[in-house]
């Protein structure tokens, strides 16, 4: 297939060249000439405006566009006079699936089909292939099998009961889930009409928040496991370590998370990001913990009120995001003046 790619950051990069390697053929378009130029040594067209990039597909058309939710709007206002009946728009970026519904509505009173992909992989993509969420109508989303199937992961291979598990620790799909699951487990699911997609993808990102959340509270304890060789002050305001004994590890935190890749149970992509990062910088000095949330826990969260769904540790999860970067300064301020005016407790020293 031939499509426009608007948007060529770290993930759009990769896709174009997942595609090009696949035997498509992709216009690219980004407002970095430099960021075009990289795609065109890969075997992507460049163009240098989104007119070019229309000029130069082929109808009907379809443009992918890998741009922030809150460029989509802009870019659409942009995209579509060039668009004519017929051609189809897939965002692929993390939009709220609420502004899905709106698009799909006015794209479609001009005949253009909205296709939603919540996409996920990251950086390591284009090696392993991404994960597709995708939302749209069956006859838009149906054409676009070929684009989904290459930028997918593809088939991974099933255990059949009895197998011998110590054979590969391959990423398995469970017995029987090609049959029940279509495409699922090639790395792409029409989930549903307009929305579905980031709809699905919106609650991958706040489960996301949740398993990032245990393992750096986790790897956090083990880090902390020598509290009882340090010394701690002996006053009113500081809380004994009870049994100082049982405190006294020093652990190789780095091995610890490159361990649990092998054969545990909580193995994981996330699990292999930490430990390659403990790995390089085993004391984490090159970074400050000010951790950003780029919408989807929020959006997750809001779905979960409105379902009337408990969302415990997903909620928690988001909330320590925003305390990392020091939203709870004045709260914690205030708790220290109250411990202050009625029980004359003054700050600990640090």
Known sequence: MRLGMIGIGRMGAAMIR?????????????????AVDGVVAYGATGAKSVAELCAKLPAPRVVWIMVPASAVD????????????????????NSNYRDDLRRA???????????????????????????????GEAEAVAPLEPLFATLALGAAPTLAPGANRRKSNANRAPPRAAEARGTAPLGYLHCGPAGAGHFVKMVHNGIEYGLMAAYAEGFNILARADAGLEGRAVDAETAPLA?????????????????????????????????????????????????????????????????????????????????SRGHAEFADKLLSAMRLGFGGHAEPRR
């Open 18 to 34: 997942r595609l090009i390697e696949g035997g498509h053929a992709c216009v690219a378009y980004d407002r970095s000439s430099e």
């Open 243 to 323: 049994e100082a004994q049982f405190f006294q590890y020093q652990f190789d935190i780095a091995a610890i998370a490159e361990l649990w890749r092998h054969g545990s149970i909580i193995t994981s992509q996330l699990l292999d990001v930490a430990a390659g990062a403990l790995a390089h910088d085993p004391k984490l000095e090159g970074f400050a913990g000010r951790v950003a949330d780029s919408g989807e826990g929020r959006w997750t969260l809001q779905a979960a009120i409105e379902e009337g769904v408990p969302a415990v540790v997903l909620s928690a999860a988001l909330f320590s995001r925003f305390n």
């Open 105 to 135: 509505r006015e794209l479609g009173a001009a005949g253009i089909a909205f296709v939603d992909v919540g996409t996920s992989g990251g950086l390591l993509g284009f090696e392993r292939g991404f994960c597709l969420m995708v939302g």
């Open 74 to 93: 802009h870019v659409l206002a942009d995209l579509t006079p060039h668009l004519k009946a017929g051609d189809t728009v897939i965002d692929g970026g």
